[in-house]
């Protein structure tokens, strides 16, 4: 177990809608990560907040969005969906912001498929 | 851009055989490298890292050197056991941010 839960484990929804995926990171990681992973494209970054700050963006559409909350968790809004969102969204934490001598936590996944 | 190559899956082994899995990295700096290992149903965790070039990462029987003059990173394990069985990702850290490999299946029969 690596401290990190996501929910929902699994989602099934149809094109266009929005969907919410929310993220608690280990007690005391500040850093949280939002990674996709599709057959594809592999293991995507998505984003990275800091405490409560956007830190880092990477390959994130403009349709999807995301926060950190004061109490250090996270959501990732996914809106207008379409088939080719459906994915495996992890959520990873860590202490700090930088990653040189440290390691990613990573949580279970959220599975969305879209039909 | 900072990134991985890793060798094309999937790999399957008998147990007790030697594995190898290939990644090289393109990279600005000095980066650190990791692999982590995926496990059925399960998220992605920490199997071993080197923050400096010549380090030798090392962890449950797994292996990995990092060397700069190649810029190589490949896994090694002297015997596999079918628990072994799994998807492999070399990273390295580009800025705040890992960036992963296309992940290798590893698929290791008694």
């Known amino acids: 177990d690596s401290g990190v839960t996501q929910t929902p484990k699994h989602l099934i929804t149809a094109t266009g809608q929005r969907v919410t995926l929310r993220c608690s990171p280990r007690?005391?990681?500040?850093?949280v990560y939002w990674y996709q992973q599709s057959l594809d494209q592999g293991l995507q970054f998505l984003i990275q907040?800091?405490?409560?700050?956007?830190?880092a963006k990477g390959n994130i559409l403009e349709r999807f969005s995301a926060q950190q909350f004061p109490d250090l968790h996270s959501e990732l809004n996914l809106s207008s969906l379409e088939l080719g969102d459906s994915a495996l969204y992890f959520c990873?934490?860590?202490?700090?912001?930088?990653?040189?001598?440290?390691?990613?936590?990573f949580g279970e996944g959220s599975r969305l498929t879209v039909l | 851009g900072n990134s991985v190559t890793q060798m094309e899956g999937p790999v399957t082994l008998s147990e007790e055989a030697f594995l190898t899995i290939n990644c090289t990295y393109t990279a600005t700096g000095y980066p650190s490298l990791f692999w982590y290992v995926q496990y059925p149903g399960e998220g992605l965790q920490l199997l071993l890292k080197a923050t400096k070039a010549d380090d030798k990462g090392s962890n449950k029987g797994f292996e990995a050197t990092y060397r700069k003059e190649t810029t190589s990173f490949h896994l090694e394990k002297g015997s596999v056991q079918v628990s072994d069985s799994a998807v492999y990702f070399c990273a390295l850290t580009s800025g705040s941010r890992l960036t992963f490999g296309e992940g290798t299946q590893l698929t290791v029969n008694p």
């Open positions: 907040y800091y405490n409560g700050e956007e830190r």
């Open positions: 990873a934490s860590s202490v700090t912001a930088g990653l040189n001598t440290g390691e990613l936590f």
């Open positions: 007690s005391g990681d500040l850093s």
